[in-house]
C-alpha cells in the first residue's frame, strides 16, 4: 500500500513563488476542484489519501512534494530554496513523525522536493536555484548509509529537476532534453517530450499507472505508445501556479504494513 500525503490548495495561492511563469488569476474554487479530482486520481491508483487542511497564509503549500524526501527507511524535511516557503516544513514534519524517522536539512543547504528523482537506490537532485550544494551534500551524508548514491544533475530554463525528466514507469523516464541531459541518468529507457510541449515531462507513478496532465495530448500519445497507462488530470489552475502532477503529493509505501 501506497500513502499519498496531499494539502488542500492555499486561499492565498495568488500570491504563489513564480520563476519561469507568468502570473496569471487563478480560479481558486476550479483549483479545488482540480486538486480534489487528483486526490481521487490516487485513491483509484490504490493509494491512501492523507489529506491535509489548506494553510491559508502560505500560498505555496499545497505543493507537499518540495518540502520533504521520503525514503522507506527515512524522511528529510527539506529548506525549501524560497524564503516563503520555508515556513511550510514545520506542518509537515510532525505529520512524517507518523510514518518515519525524520531527518532535517539545515542552513546554509536548501533542498526542494521538486528537484529529487529516486530511481531505485539511485537519487538525483537538480541543481536548480531552488537546491544548492550544502543541501545536496546533507542529502547524500543521510540517505548513503541506506544504501543509496546521490548525484548532482545540472538542469537549467525549469523550476526543478522534476519539471525535465520524471519516471513513467519501471525504468522508464520522461525527459525534456532542452532541460536536462537524459543521459545523465544511467540504464532507464528514455522518452523524450514532443517539443511543441515544454513542461510535459512532469507525470506522476502510482499504482502501475501515470497520473498525467490533460494539457499535453502529444506527448501523452508517445507514452501510450510506450504501453503506458494514462490516469488524465486538469491541473490547469495549478500550472498557472507552475506546480504540475508531482509536486501535489508525498508518494511512499506504508512501512507499517509491509
Ligand atoms: C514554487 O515556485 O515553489 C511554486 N509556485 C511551485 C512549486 C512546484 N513544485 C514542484 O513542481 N515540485
Known amino acids: ?20 511563469v507568468e502570473r496569471q488569476a487563478i480560479d481558486l474554487a476550479r483549483a479545488r476542484a ?16 492523507e489529506s491535509l487542511p489548506a494553510l491559508d497564509d502560505l500560498p505555496d503549500s499545497v505543493f507537499v512534494e518540495d518540502v520533504a524526501v521520503v525514503l522507506d527507511e527515512i524522511a528529510i524535511v527539506t529548506r525549501p530554496g ?15 513523525a507518523n510514518h518515519r524517522r525524520v531527518s532535517f536539512i539545515q542552513a546554509p543547504g536548501t533542498l526542494d522536493g521538486g528537484d529529487v ?3 531505485g537506490r539511485r537519487i538525483f537532485v537538480g541543481q536548480s536555484g531552488r537546491s544548492n550544494e550544502s543541501g545536496i551534500e546533507q542529502l547524500r551524508t543521510v ?5 543509496y548514491t546521490v548525484t548532482a544533475v545540472p538542469v537549467s ?44 515531462a512532469n507525470g506522476l507513478l502510482a499504482g502501475g499507472r501515470l497520473i498525467y ?23 490547469s489552475e495549478l500550472q498557472k501556479a507552475e506546480g504540475a502532477v508531482t509536486c501535489c503529493s508525498l508518494l511512499f509505501s506504508d512501512q507499517s504494513t509491509s
Open 143 to 147: 540517505a548513503w548509509p541506506y544504501g
Open 213 to 235: 496532465p490533460e494539457s499535453f495530448p502529444r506527448t501523452r500519445q508517445r507514452l501510450e505508445a510506450a504501453g503506458i497507462v494514462i490516469e488524465p488530470v486538469d491541473v
Open 82 to 96: 524560497a524564503e516563503s516557503r520555508r515556513p511550510e516544513t514545520s506542518h509537515i514534519a510532525p505529520v512524517l
Open 157 to 200: 530554463g525549469c523550476l526543478h529537476l522534476k519539471s525535465a525528466i520524471t519516471e513513467v514507469a519501471p525504468g522508464t523516464v520522461l525527459v525534456n532534453p532542452a532541460w536536462v541531459n537524459g543521459t545523465a541518468f544511467g540504464h532507464v529507457s528514455v522518452i523524450d517530450i514532443d517539443s511543441g510541449e515544454p513542461y510535459a
Open 34 to 49: 482540480q486538486h480534489r479530482a487528483y486526490e481521487e486520481a490516487l485513491a483509484r491508483a490504490g493509494c491512501r489519501v
Open 1 to 20: 500500500m501506497q500513502i499519498a500525503i496531499t494539502r488542500g490548495v492555499s486561499a492565498g495561492i495568488a500570491a504563489c513563488e513564480l520563476t519561469h
Open 117 to 119: 528523482l529516486r530511481l
